[in-house]
Nanobody
Framework: QAQFVESGGGLVQSGGSLRLSCAAS???????????LAWYRQVPDKRRELVAE???????YYSAAVKGRFTISRDNAENALYLQMNNLKPEDTAVYYC??????????WGQGTQVTVSS
């Protein structure tokens, strides 16, 4: 079954930047057929949080926590989704996932990529 695959996380100090990438493996998947692609994040014992959305019409959504600092973008031709994260804060520390919004079972969740921001 098709599955999302995240990459690009790492360790960074407060105020630094990272760029996350999302792709898909297995099955036949075309991002051009997905209206809403999104980034989520999750910390232990907390519910998964919707961070940003990129609609196929070019519109975007950001949570209040990241608006002005993060930029979501998509490249349907490359089956790729990105999250540029600037001015990172310790509270951004989490495992970041990509998926559709809303998620469904047609494509599996990936392992996520860890982002750790030191103060």
């Amino acid at each position: 079954q098709a599955q999302f695959v995240e990459s690009g996380g790492g360790l960074v100090q407060s105020g630094g930047s990272l760029r996350l990438s999302c792709a898909a493996s297995g099955g036949v998947i075309k991002f051009s057929n997905i209206e809403n692609l999104a980034w989520y994040r999750q910390v232990p014992d907390k519910r998964r949080e919707l961070v940003a959305e990129a609609l196929d019409d070019g519109s975007t959504y950001y949570s209040a926590a990241v608006k002005g600092r993060f930029t979501i973008s998509r490249d349907n031709a490359e089956n790729a989704l990105y999250l540029q994260m600037n001015n990172l804060k310790p509270e951004d520390t989490a495992v970041y996932y990509c998926n559709q919004y809303p998620p469904d079972r047609s494509i599996l969740w990936g392992q996520g990529t860890q982002v750790t921001v030191s103060s």
